[in-house]
């Protein structure tokens, strides 16, 4: 059989899997969309026939084509539904973290150490405080946690307007943090590294500058309610991009390549609940903790949210049957 | 030995189908387009928050500036990719498309790897992506080969349909050739057209051997064969 006679035999079925595909690729349903997984497959034949008998790049880049457009909707994947994404937070985000508990201590330690060790420097040698702060945000601390009579309340509200304009400034600022931190893992882990480091210095200098010159009531009853939720989002946000450094300096049985693979895929069943911790406290912080309750209150239900947290982190997902490894 | 960007991947049908890989020029500019579309949205939402901040509330109006403009910096691209056409706009313009490196659309979770570990690649100036593209097999920034993901071309290059060299007599190659040679020569015939008489002629006469000429008369010789081969097969 020559190449003509090949064509012309087949060129119907082409044409029916064209169409149906066409269709499909604009959104319309075809009468006879059933009709797309055998066609595909005699498709997939008939390219196998063409290129064995070299009828030549014109036809076979043609059915080439045409079982890619084909595969694509074969195979395509299913988008997640209401029920896979209850399942991810009631079992698998809960049970990412505690597989990855070596790495929450590490992301721990470098974010809280620079954090203490400012915190403590507010005593010993306050000038690393200004070593680490600008002016410019020794002013802004001064303004929002200072020794004097007004709230810090109402210096936040000058700058940015409303609540919902702090609640917007927060996603904007703070789950742009938590992304970076873990695209930086890419980098083997340092990105991931550099930036625990900075935001544990940035922060714990901020703390340690009220614990120096301002008011240090004003400042534990405004973070007391999204502290759980941020401080462990950003620390989780840490342990994903950590997965995907690890994944590529130790890379176990597999080939480098699919470690790395592998290792992103796990790192983001950490980040996608870092993220919505952290968007939770954006919540709380624009909308929650600006409001002038009594600091007993806010303590009461900043303790409540870590407890909560907590047991969320520990408790959640165990099964008595597990059949996943 | 490879010539071309083409890479082959197996289904699971048994057949072998060729991704047309995309280089860092044709991404480059796809980028290029969408960066355009960002710069633009912000505008417009920039536009629509001032005016909202001056008639209504300016509160607001900084939150949802704030807000959107953090959407659009991370989803744009997450949002298109993962979207029916696996395309940014300007892939689209470009004819480009995300796949998984099997030829499967890519899932949501590929899409948000691959754009965030983007801003990784985008570092100084997307040197660090363009130096994983260009020495990665198949053109895989850090956040591709993070998400398992490449580029393709959807439409294959423009191939102009020749005329079979009608006039020239079939005649079988002087000694049996495996597979591979035979296709060379096939291909050879096929894709002569794209190139100048004499490139035609300095890829004919490193077969000399086979064809027992050289110059204008080794070109037609191979077009000979390869018609024979076609014929044959």
């Known amino acids: 059989m020559n190449r003509k006679q090949f064509e012309k035999e087949n060129q119907s079925r082409w044409e029916e899997l064209s169409r149906i595909l066409h269709q499909l690729d604009e959104g319309q349903s075809p009468v006879d969309a059933d009709k797309l997984p055998s066609l595909f497959r005699q498709v997939c034949n008939d390219l196998a026939l063409a290129q064995y008998r070299m009828y030549g790049i014109r036809l076979c880049d043609r059915l080439n084509q045409l ?13 997640a539904s209401f029920e896979t994404f209850l399942h991810y937070f009631a079992v698998e985000f809960p049970r990412n973290v505690r597989r990855e508990w070596r790495l929450f201590i590490l992301a721990l330690l470098l974010f809280w150490a620079p ?3 400012l915190i403590l420097s507010a005593y010993v040698n306050p000038q690393w405080l200004q070593a ?10 001064e303004g929002m946690y200072g020794k004097g009579e007004r709230s810090q309340i109402e210096y936040v509200r000058d700058r940015f307007g409303s609540n919902f304009a702090m609640f917007g400034f927060y996603i904007f600022n703070n789950v742009r943090i938590a992304f970076i931190t873990f695209a930086g893992g890419i980098l083997c882990g340092l990105g991931t590294m550099f930036f625990l480091l900075f935001n544990g210095t940035f922060i714990g200098a901020v703390f340690g500058y009220v614990h120096f010159a301002g008011d240090t009531e004003k400042l534990y009853t405004f973070v007391a309610g999204h502290s759980a939720f941020e401080l462990t989002g950003i620390i989780l946000a840490g ?12 890379s176990t049985r597999f080939s480098r390549k699919h470690a790395l693979a592998k290792g992103a895929r796990e790192a983001v069943g950490i980040l996608y609940g870092a993220a919505t911790l952290i968007i939770l406290a954006a919540f709380i912080e624009g909308f929650w903790s600006p409001q002038p309750f009594d600091p007993s209150l806010k303590y009461a239900v900043g303790i409540f949210f870590w407890v909560l947290l907590a047991l969320y982190l520990f408790l959640a997902g165990h099964r008595r049957h597990s059949h996943e490894t | 030995m490879k010539i071309d960007t083409l890479q082959t991947v197996e289904l699971a049908e048994g057949v072998e189908i060729r991704l047309p890989m995309a280089g860092p020029a044709a991404r480059s500019l796809a980028w290029l387009i969408d960066i355009l579309i960002i710069a633009g949205s912000i505008l417009i939402l920039i536009l629509f928050t001032t005016l909202l901040g001056v008639f209504a509330d300016s509160g607001i109006a900084t939150g949802i500036y704030m807000i959107g ?84 071309y959807t439409k294959s290059e423009h191939r102009p349909s020749l005329p079979p060299h009608e006039d020239l007599k079939a005649l079988p190659p002087p000694v049996p050739l495996t597979r591979e040679e035979q296709l060379a020569i096939v291909t050879f015939t096929e894709r002569a057209a794209l190139w100048s008489d004499e490139r035609k002629i300095e890829l004919a006469n490193h077969l000399a051997p086979l064809t027992g000429a050289t110059g204008p008369a080794a070109v037609d010789r191979l077009f000979s064969i390869g018609r024979w081969l076609q014929k044959s097969s």
């Open chain 1, 67 to 79: 079982v890619i457009a084909g595969y694509k909707h074969v195979y395509h994947t299913v988008n």
């Open chain 1, 115 to 117: 954090f203490g060790a």
């Open chain 1, 132 to 141: 680490v702060l600008a002016p410019e945000s020794m002013e802004m601390v």
């Open chain 1, 239 to 250: 342990v994903a991009g950590l997965r995907l450094g690890l994944s590529i300096i130790k």
């Open chain 2, 69 to 152: 403009s953090f959407f659009i910096y991370w989803f744009y691209f997450v949002f298109f990719e993962n979207g029916k056409h696996g395309a940014t706009p300007g892939k689209r313009t470009l004819g480009l498309r995300v796949v998984q490196t099997s030829g499967t659309p890519i899932t949501f979770t590929q899409a948000i790897i691959r754009n965030f570990i983007r801003a990784i690649d985008s570092l100084p100036f997307y040197l660090i992506g363009l130096t994983a593209c260009t020495s990665t097999r198949r053109f895989q920034r850090l956040g591709d080969l993070a998400a398992n993901t490449v580029v393709i």
